[in-house]
């Protein structure tokens, strides 16, 4: 949602915060600014509520050649979409300037006390708190990174906040349950809330821990690091491998169908990772967690879909039960013993995700991460962590993600599988030759949906609701489809096991209805086809030959589907089918309305 960048470096800042708050534009935001410190000691602040572009032209004038800044784009909570809600904030004497993510809960009562005692407030946003509370503490004579620290421990909810003095051009920031991760280079320090933003000018880079205060003063100097007011050592320093040209979407027209089109190379990646130590139990004997007698997975959007898909595949191969929770309703779930809670999020910073591993772990129930970012906070909370290998993501709608996601989790469950008995070796074998399988299924996939989904898109722009149907394995498949042509094309979609369509569904259906059908040969889809098509509606099936996409198996050389995993892809001609009538509606698919690509806030 919200991003954070911030430079103090041995040369202009300006440019540094441009280009890490374009590249923070994939979160989601609906305002963006900077804070520049001047040769004069004061702040320029520039707002804007339009693209970061937008931004980069206010700046163009800037003759300072203020080496110090820090900047924000901001998805909105609390108050409209206005310039002066865009951060970042003041404090009262206009020499601090504070950035914030996250949601501070109780700013309503540290608002009306702060009026209280004289305090002027600019906007309607919680964050301004921060800098008034700061304000307040420094009064009491505390430094800069107490104060910093004072003023966190009023807060309640979480955030990750940068702080730039305009008097001495002193950056501080601290976190708590909000990503932030500080990088250092030979010109200097950059501070962000993605490290996406900031690769290409960092080698390694430290994230925050939750209670972390940590003081860049003054330039080149080792940052201090404290926790309420006491030195504490650097966290560990890591290694920072995502490159430029991952970011950059190259000759495609977006980042989504970069992103469409790598997943048979992803595939090949978590797989090569996987594959050599499943046979003998890895990864699952290297997490040292205990065994288990049940599966929950946590998870919200697409990541619940395929936290599912992996969770029936433990009970495909081996009869283990599961249960799927919605982390925002985890506050109603309640777990037997011996439950493994497999939490699943792509950029590990999923606030609903994060409240509802707090409610379910206890001693008996262990916690799993599966995630895109191993340095996050899911990761560092949870009890053992898997990352998934899908590369940097900049479409807001997942699509590679989820691909990694489900491989991840099914070479975890063969591994775990195999290493408690529940499945013999040759079983495990054998599924493992199956998994290899995957990535020129996912190829042929891909290349059939190139051929076929265009022109049926095309046709479907008129269309204001949609079906989609698919039983067994493909059910949940089905309902990753409905999800993506929701985020991108705006239009209502729904996704049903296609027996349910007689129990309610089918009131729908008139003529010249989309209904996408997954067919996976189950014999009963027939008649599921025949009640739509009595209905008038359009049929669109996915499946083998013949059907109207025949991407799954329906090549002239046809490959042999996983059953056991499911139709893992078939979610590429549904990808490239909501991104076509996206496009064909004028849609941005890489930043849908209203959407965010990391949602910090419950």
Sequence with gaps: ????????????????????LARLEYRGYDSAGVALRTGAGGLRVVR?????????????DDDTLATTGIGHTRWATHGGVTERNA???????GELAVVHNGIVENAAALRAELEERGHRFASEVDSEVIPHLIEEARQHGLGLADAVGAA???????????????????????????PLVLGRSIDGDLLASDIGAIAGRVESFRALRSGD??????????????????????????????SNEQLDRGDYPDHMAKEIDEQPAVAERVLAELLPGIAQGEPWRSLALPDFRRI??????TSLHAGIAIAEVFGRLAGIPSTA???SEAASTYLEEQTLVMAFSQSGETADVLRAVEMLRTPGNPVLAITNAPHSTLARTADAVLPCHAGPEIGVAATKTFTAQVLTGTGLALAALGATGRMPRERVLAAVEDLRRVPELLAQSLRVADRFVPGIAGGLLDAHGFLFLARGAGVVYAAEGALKLKELSYRWAESYPAGELKHGPLALVEAQTPVIVLDGADARLAGNIAEVGARGGRVIRIGGLGADIPA????PAPIDAVDWLGPLESVVPLQVLAREIALGLGHDVDKPRNLAKSVTVE
């Design 1 to 20: 949602m919200c991003g954070i960048i911030a430079a103090r470096l041995s040369g202009a800042a300006a440019p540094a915060l441009v280009e890490g």
């Design 48 to 60: 804007t509520i339009e693209r970061v572009a937008q931004l980069e032209r206010l700046l163009r």
């Design 87 to 93: 951060h970042p904030h003041r404090d009262c004497s």
């Design 152 to 178: 966190a421990s009023r807060l309640e909810g979480a955030w990750a906040v940068v702080v730039l003095d305009a008097e001495d051009g002193r950056v501080v920031a601290t976190a708590h349950r909000s």
């Design 213 to 242: 205060v940590v003081e860049l003063d003054p330039l080149g100097s080792e940052p201090r690091w404290t926790q309420g007011g006491r030195a504490v050592a650097a966290p560990l320093a890591m290694p920072c491998t995502v």
């Design 296 to 301: 929950a997975v946590v998870a919200c959007g």
């Design 325 to 327: 929770v919605v982390a």
């Design 552 to 555: 799954l198996g329906g090549s």
